[in-house]
């Protein structure tokens, strides 16, 4: 089992600054793939971007690719998404999630968060 415990979301204005966090425990190496997933009212969950473990090479969704950056620190089994220059359209639940896999797919994703609320007022 991994366990996941994001924090860090919030009310910020349009062009502000959050930066996610994700506590990682469990059986931390069965994880290849470290993910942000967000989810808005009335839409589906999306990509948002993911991390290898160990590599620690990074994909980003295009619409917030050059905003937001996904890293992670091994040393304290963490994961953060620094989210720069943010739109009102970026209000969303914000999940952390792990997958045995290489993938960016969120129905391959094994374990997840309980979420995060993002919130960017205009």
């Known amino acids: 089992q991994v366990q996941l415990i994001e924090s860090g979301g919030g009310l910020v204005q349009a062009g502000g600054s959050l930066r996610l966090s994700c506590a990682v425990s469990?059986?931390?190496?069965?994880?290849?793939?470290m993910g942000w997933f967000r989810q808005a009212p009335g839409k589906e969950r999306e990509f948002v971007a993911t991390i290898l473990w160990i590599a620690g090479s990074t994909n980003y969704a295009d619409s917030v690719k050059g905003r937001f950056t996904i890293s992670r620190d091994n040393t304290k089994n963490t994961v953060y998404l620094q989210m720069d220059s943010l739109k009102p359209e970026d209000t969303a639940v914000y999940y952390c999630?792990?997958?045995?896999?290489?993938?960016?797919?969120?129905?391959?994703?094994?374990?997840w968060g309980q979420g995060t609320q993002v919130t960017v007022s205009s």
């Open positions: 469990g059986r931390t190496f069965s994880s290849v793939s």
């Open positions: 999630a792990a997958a045995r896999l290489v993938t960016m797919n969120p129905s391959l994703y094994n374990y």
